[in-house]
């Protein structure tokens, strides 16, 4: 097996150890994502036009994208570890 290869494997074998972890940073990221979103509906809404809505808006929008991110890492720590034994069963 090349390295890159082993160094998958390690990974997928990592992040599918604990599902419960894993749905737990799924929620951590959409909860994390929703706080974003109300950032930047609040700086919209309830701000007045200044330098301050922006810096709001896009603290909300830097907030909405790592919750995007961390969302996506539990998700994938879910299924991975499903994908790579369906890929590598022996029967």
């Known amino acids: 097996m090349s390295k890159p290869l082993a160094l998958l494997h390690k990974l997928a074998l990592k992040l599918g150890q604990n599902p419960r972890l894993a749905l737990l940073k799924l929620i951590q990221g ?3 994502f929703a706080f ?4 930047i509906f609040v700086a919209n809404n309830l701000v007045i036009d200044s330098i301050q809505r922006e810096l709001i808006a896009l603290v909300g929008l830097i907030t909405a994208g790592l919750g ?3 969302s996506l890492i539990g998700y ?3 299924s991975v570890l499903r994908i790579y034994h369906m890929l590598n069963k022996k029967d």
């Open 76 to 78: 994938l720590s879910m």
């Open 36 to 39: 974003g979103v109300l950032m």
């Open 30 to 32: 959409g909860l994390l």
């Open 68 to 70: 995007v991110v961390w």
